[in-house]
């Protein structure tokens, strides 16, 4: 089966719908029309550059580590951002988001989580804890403090962000936690981790945020993908930690990992009988970084520009991923990691507009992946005698109409049998 077939025969559904009219009465022998109106899987990608234009700031906005477009950029980059995806990371990185002790960035995220929401989009914060991005004050309290501030921190951000934010990465990157090094000086929450160790490091996050809002999806998020991760993600359900879903980093700067080694990964994985995220997802559309690079902030240059031949590259790769990617049962979410060129990490030409804002190939790809193939066109039925109308589409949430009159309703894969009621 071509990775087109598999993910068409993975996700694709079919529901028989009963239209009725709104006294109760079956609509029968009657042209409907259906329509898709998003999808359930998690198109998501970073929402880091509206954080300005939701809070309707004028000129530069404050950066939270990595900042986002001026306002105006935003406003450009929206219907192009909306069209594809419905799932928007926004970016709680510690020492960015509370640079000065007792001063989050609490208001302006809850505003840009509002307006994702309002536009439909569902909303992750990334991350809760993470040993990287610590705020400077952290380092001025002893050991013995630490661990408490971190729980505070994490009850407070799911607190303020519940009904907002539905799903949050409760922790990043643990398999390197209790060994990152920094020159300058000791990561006090590496410096936690090694003391108390990564699974009870781990637990900490997860149970903090679970007390904060039992009802949000909590994730166990990593780049490493290696056995080490395997072997920590057994110790922790070994442990009772509860993990929703299992987030898989792929930043291919040095180019498409293909189909092969893609499947190798979410065999690998799923076998824990887990939901995966693949939650940082990059394809470059200009030189490949050097295969000898090992961590990927090592490739420092002064220009990475995006090329025609990266574009086309680039293009036919994200195509690629996401067929195989959407082919795996055990996938729900895919979060490309930024809309555009302009900030991006480490200057790669890995987003999917250029800095001038024009969509390049890879967008129009996606966009067709997610917005043509995978998408129920407007459709005209007819009822039977019952009102029942058999409708076969990804699942997700639908209209269905009679002239002026319209619902809508959704269409499951645990749900066979669905009914609308028209007002």
């Given at each position: 089966m071509t990775p087109a077939a598999a993910a068409d025969a993975v996700r694709r559904t079919e529901s028989t719908l009963t239209v009725r009219s709104a006294d109760g009465a079956p609509c029968a022998d009657r042209e409907v029309l259906v329509q898709q109106l998003r999808h359930d899987f998690a198109f998501g990608n970073i929402g880091f550059d509206f954080v300005g234009l939701a809070n309707q700031e004028q000129g530069g906005t404050r950066e939270n580590v990595f900042g986002g477009a001026d306002p105006e950029a935003a406003q450009r980059l929206e219907g192009l951002w909306l069209d594809v995806f419905n799932t928007a990371t926004l970016p709680f990185y510690w020492?960015?988001?509370?640079?000065?002790?007792?001063?989050?960035?609490?208001?302006?995220?809850?505003?840009?989580?509002?307006?994702?929401?309002?536009?439909?989009?569902?909303?992750?914060?990334?991350?809760?804890?993470?040993?990287?991005?610590?705020?400077?004050?952290?380092?001025?309290?002893?050991?013995?403090?630490?661990?408490?501030?971190?729980?505070?921190?994490?009850?407070?951000e799911v607190t303020a962000l519940a009904g907002l934010v539905d799903t949050w990465d409760a922790?990043?990157?643990?398999?390197?936690?209790?060994?990152?090094?920094?020159?300058?000086?000791?990561?006090?929450?590496?410096?936690?981790?090694?003391?108390?160790?990564?699974?009870?490091?781990?637990?900490?996050?997860?149970?903090?945020?679970?007390?904060?809002?039992?009802?949000?999806?909590?994730?166990?998020?990593?780049?490493?993908l290696s056995t080490a991760y395997e072997c920590l993600i057994e110790g922790v359900l070994e442990a009772g930690v509860q993990v929703d879903a299992l987030g898989l980093q792929s930043h291919m700067h040095q180019g498409y990992w293909g189909e092969e080694r893609t499947l190798e990964v979410l065999?690998?994985?799923?076998?824990?009988?887990?939901?995966?995220?693949?939650?940082?997802?990059?394809?470059?559309?200009?030189?490949?970084?050097?295969?000898e690079i090992v961590d990927l902030n090592d490739h420092q240059v002064d220009e990475w520009p995006s090329t025609p031949d990266?574009?086309?590259?680039?293009?036919?790769?994200?195509?690629?991923?996401?067929?195989?990617?959407?082919?795996?049962?055990?996938?729900?979410?895919?979060?490309y990691w930024g809309i555009t060129d302009q900030g991006a990490w480490?200057?790669?030409?890995?987003g999917l507009v250029r800095t001038d804002g024009t969509p390049k190939p890879a967008y129009d790809a996606l966009r067709g992946l997610v917005k043509d193939e995978w998408w129920l066109p407007p459709t005209r039925l007819r009822t039977d005698g019952e009102g029942r109308v058999p409708v076969c589409g990804w699942p997700g949430d639908y209209s269905v109409s009679i002239g002026d009159r319209s619902a809508t309703w959704q269409l499951r894969r645990d749900a066979p049998i669905s009914e609308a009621t028209l007002a």
């Open positions: 020492a960015g988001f509370e640079p000065v002790e007792g001063q989050p960035d609490t208001r302006r995220l809850q505003a840009t989580a509002a307006w994702f929401r309002e536009r439909g989009v569902s909303v992750k914060g990334h991350p809760l804890v993470w040993h990287t991005l610590t705020p400077d004050w952290l380092g001025e309290y002893p050991a013995s403090e630490v661990e408490e501030i971190v729980r505070a921190r994490v009850r407070r922790i990043n990157e643990v398999v390197i936690m209790p060994v990152f090094s920094n020159e300058e000086r000791q990561n006090p929450i590496t410096a936690l981790c090694r003391r108390i160790g990564r699974i009870p490091t781990i637990r900490l996050a997860f149970e903090e945020a679970r007390r904060a809002h039992p009802a949000t999806t909590l994730i166990l998020n990593d780049f490493n065999e690998r994985f799923s076998r824990y009988g887990l939901p995966l995220h693949w939650t940082e997802t990059t394809l470059v559309s200009g030189d490949l970084m050097p295969p990266g574009e086309e590259r680039q293009a036919d790769d994200v195509v690629r991923h996401y067929r195989t990617l959407l082919g795996h049962p055990a996938v729900e979410a895919v979060t480490l200057g790669a030409p890995a």
